[in-house]
């Protein structure tokens, strides 16, 4: 069964400052993943996804990820976080067999400082 | 282009009491899924629909869940009878194509059960 870490609940960094939150996935063939980002009174939206190809993918909002099999990680990056960027962020796997059904993390709160 | 339509948008129960919830996705998009989001949890897939079959309902709890896109466009979440563990955001999502489309999510309904 496929399953998603997120280790950090709740990051904060001030604007301006670069951030990266931490995915961890457990599945045992190539996965498909990605990132999503809820904010308050907005639903949920697709940050940036893998399927295969290059490891570094460029998302919306300037975000990207890198997929490390190694380490089995997906990590999502921004060198400069702007206030608007303070939402909940979830990593999801899918199953090659169906990327529909994803299993999600249960999410890291990122809080943006002045 | 008109995103995803959920109705009603909050929704208070007593326990044991029946609560449907209505879906309509972004016309042209065949599949359609319905997660349950508990609070500071990621969402959880219910149920995946492809026009008007079910792909996947393996975490459906079907003993009080059910689901229906009886003409492969809107679809229905019911909960019959309601448990205090049932409160949670309820989301429903549309892609165009199956496994690995982009999903697009619907603002959710709130459900409390007291």
């Known amino acids: 069964a496929q399953s998603v870490t997120q280790p950090d609940i709740h990051i904060t960094v001030s604007e301006g400052a670069s951030l990266e939150l931490r995915c961890n996935y457990s599945y045992g063939a190539t996965p498909y993943l990605f990132w999503y980002v809820q904010s308050p009174g907005q639903g949920l939206q697709l940050l940036l996804k893998y399927f295969s190809g290059d490891t570094l993918v460029q998302g919306i909002k300037g975000f990207e990820a890198e997929f490390k099999r190694s380490q089995s990680s997906f990590n999502l990056r921004k060198p400069s976080v702007h206030w608007s960027d303070a939402a909940e962020y979830f990593c999801a796997v899918g199953a090659w067999t169906n990327a529909g059904k994803s299993t999600f993390g249960d999410g890291t709160t990122l809080t943006v400082k002045p | ?53 079910v ?33 949670a955001v309820y989301l429903c999502a549309s892609s165009f194509g199956g496994s690995g489309e982009t999903q697009y999510f619907g603002p959710g309904t709130r459900l409390l059960v007291l």
Not at chain 2, 8 to 23: G, T
Not at chain 2, 64 to 86: H, W, Y
Request: overall charge positive; proline content about 6%; some cysteine.
């Open chain 2, 1 to 53: 282009e008109a995103g995803v339509a959920q109705s009603p948008r909050y929704k208070i129960i007593e326990k044991r009491q029946s609560v449907a919830f209505w879906c309509n996705p972004i016309s042209g998009h065949a599949t359609l899924y319905w997660y349950q989001q508990i609070l500071g949890q990621g969402p959880k897939l219910l149920i995946q629909f492809q026009n008007n079959g």
């Open chain 2, 55 to 87: 792909v996947d309902d393996s975490q459906l709890p079907k003993d009080r869940f059910s689901a229906e896109r009886l003409k492969g466009v809107d679809s229905t979440l019911k909960i019959q009878p309601a448990k205090l563990e049932d409160s």
